[in-house]
């Protein structure tokens, strides 16, 4: 006799039948096969992390109130109707998510429908101090650094990078010794490299004008008062 094969007919969005040819009396008999649909709510769609995608369906009744779809839902396979598996392909910056469900019938004939669902980390980490710049006078006292932190959306443990750099002159006669900019970069990074940089300026001015102080040698005693 002549039987195709049940389990090539792995049926994914479309209606089959099965072909089965009688040895004995050469009658042929046509069985309907199922169709499935997979839910259409993450078919296509982005998250930018791994712990942002949605749990698989638990049970067919979540599968089928989520839209999904199964012609033979009233004849399941009495063991294991019911079954998803998740395979990745990339890592936590950059995946795709296949998820498969399986639905089994009460012949053991099992039928699949596939998800296709990307995980792709694009955002960059967020300060949580704003920094001004700031203006001093060429006596002030130059502060330290700020301790300085970020936050972000898919990483917690963001690495914040401190640069600085200075147009002081080293020349005390010159004015760049006096007037001149001291630019702090920090850099926030995340697992995936995203990045944001925050830059604060401060600027040193000698903006007060000279002071005459005379000794008493210069003094005029017909000035004083009697």
Same mark, same amino acid.
């Given at each position: 006799?002549?039987?195709?094969?049940? #389990?090539?007919?792995?049926?994914?969005?479309?209606?089959?039948?099965?072909?089965?040819?009688?040895?004995?009396?050469?009658?042929?008999?046509?069985? @309907? +096969?199922?169709?499935?649909?997979?839910?259409?709510?993450?078919?296509?769609?982005?998250?930018?992390?791994?712990?942002?995608?949605?749990? $698989?369906?638990?049970?067919?009744?979540?599968? =089928?109130?989520?839209?999904?779809?199964?012609?033979?839902? @009233?004849?399941?396979?009495?063991?294991?109707?019911?079954?998803?598996?998740?395979?990745?392909?990339?890592?936590?910056?950059?995946?795709?998510?296949?998820? *498969?469900? @399986?639905?089994?019938?009460?012949?053991?004939?099992?039928? *699949?429908?596939?998800?296709?669902?990307?995980?792709?980390?694009?955002?960059? $980490?967020?300060?949580?101090?704003? +920094?001004?710049? *700031?203006?001093?006078?060429? #006596?002030? *006292?130059?502060?330290?650094?700020?301790?300085? @932190?970020?936050?972000?959306? &898919?990483?917690?443990?963001? =690495?914040?990078?401190?640069?600085?750099?200075?147009?002081?002159?080293? #020349? $005390?006669? #010159?004015?760049?010794?006096?007037?001149?900019?001291?630019?702090?970069?920090?850099?926030?990074?995340?697992? &995936?490299?995203?990045?944001?940089?925050?830059?604060?300026?401060?600027?040193?001015?000698?903006?007060?004008?000279?002071?005459?102080?005379?000794?008493?040698?210069?003094?005029? $005693?017909?000035?004083? =008062?009697?």
């Amino acid at each position: 006799p002549l039987i195709l094969d049940a #389990d090539k007919f792995v049926n994914t969005n479309t209606n089959f039948v099965d072909v089965v040819f009688n040895g004995v009396d050469g009658e042929m008999v046509i069985n @309907h +096969l199922d169709s499935i649909s997979c839910p259409m709510t993450l078919e296509g769609a982005v998250f930018a992390c791994i712990d942002e995608v949605p749990a $698989p369906y638990a049970n067919y009744e979540e599968y =089928k109130a989520a839209g999904g779809y199964f012609s033979g839902d @009233h004849r399941f396979a009495a063991e294991n109707p019911f079954t998803v598996d998740d395979v990745y392909e990339g890592d936590s910056c950059m995946m795709t998510l296949y998820r *498969t469900y @399986h639905l089994t019938d009460a012949r053991g004939w099992e039928y *699949t429908c596939t998800q296709t669902i990307m995980v792709m980390d694009t955002i960059a $980490p967020e300060f949580t101090t704003v +920094l001004r710049d *700031t203006l001093l006078a060429c #006596d002030d *006292t130059i502060f330290a650094p700020a301790e300085v @932190h970020a936050v972000d959306n &898919c990483d917690n443990n963001v =690495k914040v990078f401190y640069s600085q750099t200075s147009g002081q002159g080293i #020349d $005390p006669t #010159d004015i760049r010794y006096y007037n001149y900019d001291i630019v702090r970069e920090y850099r926030a990074i995340d697992r &995936c490299g995203n990045e944001s940089v925050m830059k604060q300026t401060i600027k040193v001015r000698d903006t007060l004008a000279p002071k005459i102080e005379l000794t008493n040698e210069w003094a005029d $005693p017909s000035m004083a =008062k009697p």
